[in-house]
């Protein structure tokens, strides 16, 4: 079974420059996650979509972040403008459903803003 | 909200020894689960074991074992007969058990080192 896949895996940008990450989450999964993690901490949930729907946005920077999963399969991040303190990598999670344990995590994004 | 701490920003262990990773949380639920998840250098996290709050038994995945004290809200990963493969970050996690909002609230994490 193919895993949570992710692209780029690196990317360097500068500072007000746009950036948009890809993933493609497990066949059948219909729960997906975006995780910051800044280096040193733990990841931190930005969106959680199940299916096509938002469950959970409440940590996501708005007025720079947007995230969608028009078909329920495959999802983009995108920064508009980045800032320096988004240097992070982003990881992407998927989920059968709602009532499976295990979120499956891709190898993520590491982008860097200078 | 939520909230989970893991004080040991590393820990170094020898091969084929026992080493114990500490966690703690916050919650006024009664029903969740914790796990742990490790991430090696290659930063693909996988998750190691997982205890339900409603089970009294410690969860155990062959070398890897859980100490889990509700009570307490101590929820502590022992590492028995350590690998060299074994080396990584180390995080616990919490989730709630109801259907919506069921994301993993993360702690710090802790790094192992082991030692040939």
């Known amino acids: 079974e193919a895993g949570v896949a992710q692209s780029p895996r690196y990317k360097i940008i500068e500072k007000r420059q746009s950036v948009a990450f890809w993933c493609n989450p497990i066949s059948g999964h219909a729960t997906l996650y975006w995780y910051q993690q800044i280096l040193g901490q733990g990841p931190k949930l930005l969106i959680q979509?199940?299916?096509?729907?938002?469950?959970?946005d409440s940590q996501l920077p708005k007025d720079r972040f947007s995230a969608e999963r028009l078909k329920g399969v495959d999802s983009t991040l995108k920064i508009q403008p980045a800032k320096l303190e988004d240097s992070a990598v982003y990881l992407c999670a998927s989920r059968l459903g709602l009532t499976s344990y295990e979120q499956y995590f891709g190898p993520g994004t590491r982008l860097t803003v200078t | 909200a939520q909230t989970v701490t893991q004080s040991q920003p590393e820990m170094s262990v020898q091969e084929a020894e026992t080493v114990t990773l500490s966690c703690t949380y916050d919650t006024s639920e009664s029903d969740y689960y914790l796990f742990w998840y490790k991430q090696p250098p290659s930063r693909q996290m996988i998750l190691v074991i997982r205890q339900e709050a409603y089970k009294q038994q410690n969860a155990t995945e062959n070398r890897f074992s859980v100490n889990f004290q509700k009570a307490a809200k101590s929820f502590s990963l022992k590492i028995s007969d350590s690998q060299l493969g074994d080396a990584a970050m180390y995080f616990c996690a919490y989730r709630t058990s109801k259907a919506a909002g069921n994301k993993l609230t993360f702690g710090g994490g802790t790094r192992v080192l082991v030692k040939p």
């Open positions: 979509f199940q299916n096509n729907g938002v469950v959970d």
